[in-house]
């Protein structure tokens, strides 16, 4: 069975600061996507970055970058120079070619952005 | 560009009634799942279909719940007399291609049910 842990329910980063969100994950399966959604309170889901278990390079996109430790079986989604905007709900999630690329979800971290 | 659209956005329904849930995918992906999401928690797989067929139910309740996506026409997600514990965003996402690990999923925006 596949499952997303993120223990961080919620965190706060000063404006223009640096902050990781942390998610591990448990699959028996070598392939393997993981994912990172944002959700803001208006609540639509904006995909942000992809990392696929072959990839040997972080996934970087804009101010998003993975940090993907394969052994460690985690994938922190760090935010460079976080900005008010940032202010959002954030999920990670995994898919597997066992089942079907159906996405399963973490619980969350609330991150918010102060001045 | 039209994205997946979802609607009703927001949709109340009393206990017992019916609610219907409609999404249409992008242009171009053939390939519809169903997500649900309570309060305070991260979204839950329901179903994946493809055009005619369901591929995996394995997270729809057993009863009142279906899903279709028929040749014509968005996906429909069915929830037949409702209760309060029904009440809760339904996400809609589309992909290009299914049984494989590596395509993103778009979602739409949501419809946020109430069960009064």
């Known amino acids: 069975a596949q499952k997303i842990t993120q223990t961080q329910p919620g965190m706060f980063v000063q404006e223009k600061e640096a902050v990781t969100l942390d998610c591990t994950y448990d699959?028996?399966?070598?392939?393997?996507?993981l994912f990172w959604y944002k959700q803001p309170s208006s609540g639509e889901m904006i995909f942000l970055i992809y990392?696929?278990?072959?990839?040997?390079q972080n996934a970087t996109e804009g101010r998003y970058s993975l940090n993907f430790q394969k052994a460690r079986k985690s994938a922190n989604l760090v935010i460079s120079a976080s900005q008010l905007g940032d202010s959002a709900m954030y999920f990670c999630a995994m898919s597997n070619t066992g089942t079907a690329s159906k996405l399963t979800f973490g619980t969350g971290t609330r991150l918010q952005v102060t001045l | 560009n039209a994205g997946v659209m979802q609607n009703p956005r927001h949709l109340v329904r009393r206990r017992g009634q019916e609610a219907r849930l409609r999404c249409s995918p992008m242009?171009?992906?053939?390939?519809v799942y169903w997500y649900r999401q309570l309060p305070e928690e991260g979204l839950k797989f329901m179903v994946y279909l493809q055009k005619e067929n369901i591929i995996d139910e394995s997270g729809m309740p057993k009863e009142r719940f279906s899903a279709e996506f028929p040749k014509e026409g968005p996906s429909i997600l069915r929830i037949q007399q409702v209760v309060r514990g029904d009440s809760a965003a339904y996400f809609c996402?589309?992909?290009?291609?299914?049984?494989?690990?590596?395509?993103?999923?778009?979602f739409g925006p949501g419809t946020r049910l109430t069960v009064t």
């Open positions: 699959t028996s399966d070598p392939s393997y996507g």
């Open positions: 990392q696929g278990s072959y990839d040997q």
């Open positions: 996402a589309s992909s290009p291609r299914g049984v494989s690990f590596n395509y993103e999923q778009y």
């Open positions: 242009k171009g992906h053939s390939h």
